[in-house]
């Protein structure tokens, strides 16, 4: 139903900025919230940051609050996670998810993206 392709992953240097795409098809787009998670090997998936419907309500994890930001456009069905004062600890596969409520809710397991790399590095 919903289908999410994550692009502009890559390698960056620290303290160096980036942008990620998600560009989501499906009728039902504009009903979703959407997120950002991100995962390392040999560790859980964790959350990055969500974002409502209607681009209201944000929510940031405490490790990238502050530093990135997350957007959407629902007239271009994409959502954008901007990463600026890039770290080594924010090295990982970032994943597209797209929810089943207007809010983010972990009651329904979400749609997920295929994952991009993002390695920052000096």
């Known amino acids: 139903q919903v289908q999410l392709v994550e692009s502009g992953g890559g390698l960056v240097q620290a303290g160096g900025s980036l942008r990620l795409s998600c560009a989501a098809s499906?009728?039902?787009?504009?009903?979703?919230?959407m997120g950002w998670f991100r995962q390392v090997p040999g560790k859980e998936r964790e959350i990055v940051a969500t974002?409502?419907?209607?681009?209201?309500?944000?929510y940031y994890s405490d490790s990238v609050k502050g530093r990135f930001a997350i957007f959407r456009n629902n007239v271009k069905n994409m959502v954008y996670l901007h990463m600026n004062s890039l770290k080594a600890d924010d090295t990982a596969v970032y994943y597209c998810?797209?929810?089943?409520?207007?809010?983010?809710?972990?009651?329904?397991?979400?749609?997920w993206g295929q994952g991009t790399q993002v390695t920052v590095s000096s």
């Open positions: 998810a797209a929810g089943h409520k207007s809010y983010w809710s972990v009651e329904q397991e979400p749609y």
């Open positions: 499906g009728r039902t787009f504009g009903t979703y919230a």
């Open positions: 974002i409502s419907w209607s681009g209201g309500t944000t």
